[in-house]
T-cell receptor, first 113, second 112 residues
């Protein structure tokens, strides 16, 4: 069965520091992988997606993620954090039938000045 | 350009009451989904639909029902509300099956 594991329920960084949010997946088929962001009291917005093209995927707001098959990872990074990046981030993988997305438990990113 | 619209945004129910959470999308997406979000647990799939008249259960369907009479609407029905159904409910739609969802803003439901 497909699953995703997000390491660290809470990550804190200083403004201007590197952001690294970790996601490992388990999949019996070549995966489609996604990162979503949720700002307080809002729905989820798509940040970026991996669909078996380039392994380095660039998304909105300066975020990017690298698909590493050997490590079954899809970590999200941003070179320099901004206060507006404070939010909850979810990694997701398509289920085996490609019917729906399976979400991780989420990582809350805090950014301090 | 409304996207996915959910109503109501907030609701308090008493144990045993019933209600319908409304979800409408204006993007002509065939695929629609209902998830619930609980703190620290991520999102769990309740039901999904691949088109008008076709629905199927997700991971946590017990206590819920859905219907899909039109492409636009995908209401979620709670019968006999229980405290365990206290959660934030999100509706989503997609153009391609299981890909790149557009989410609504959610319904926060409390059962007391």
């Amino acid at each position: 069965a497909q699953s995703v594991t997000q390491l660290g329920s809470h990550v804190s960084v200083s403004e201007g520091a590197l952001v690294l949010l970790r996601c490992n997946y388990s999949s019996s088929v070549p995966p489609y992988l996604f990162w979503y962001v949720q700002y307080p009291n809002q729905g989820l917005q798509l940040l970026l997606k991996y669909t078996s093209a380039a392994t380095l995927v660039k998304g909105i707001n300066g975020f990017e993620a690298e698909f590493k098959k050997s490590e079954t990872s899809f970590h999200l990074t941003k070179p320099s954090a901004h206060m507006s990046d404070a939010a909850e981030y979810f990694c997701a993988v398509s289920d085996t039938k490609g019917t729906a997305l399976i979400f991780g438990k989420g990582t809350t990113l805090s950014v301090s000045s | 350009n409304a996207g996915v619209t959910q109503t109501p945004k907030f609701r308090i129910l008493k144990i045993g009451q019933s209600m319908t959470l409304q979800c409408t999308q204006d993007m002509n997406h065939n695929y629609m989904y209902w998830y619930r979000q609980d703190p620290g647990m991520g999102l769990k799939l309740i039901y999904y639909s691949v088109g008008a008249g076709i629905t199927d259960k997700g991971e946590v369907p017990n206590g819920y029902n859905v219907s899909r009479s039109t492409t636009e609407d995908f209401p979620l029905r709670l019968e006999l509300a229980a405290p365990s159904q206290t959660s934030v409910y999100f509706c989503a739609s997609s153009y391609v099956k299981g890909m790149s969802y557009t989410f609504g803003s959610g319904t926060r439901l409390t059962v007391v």
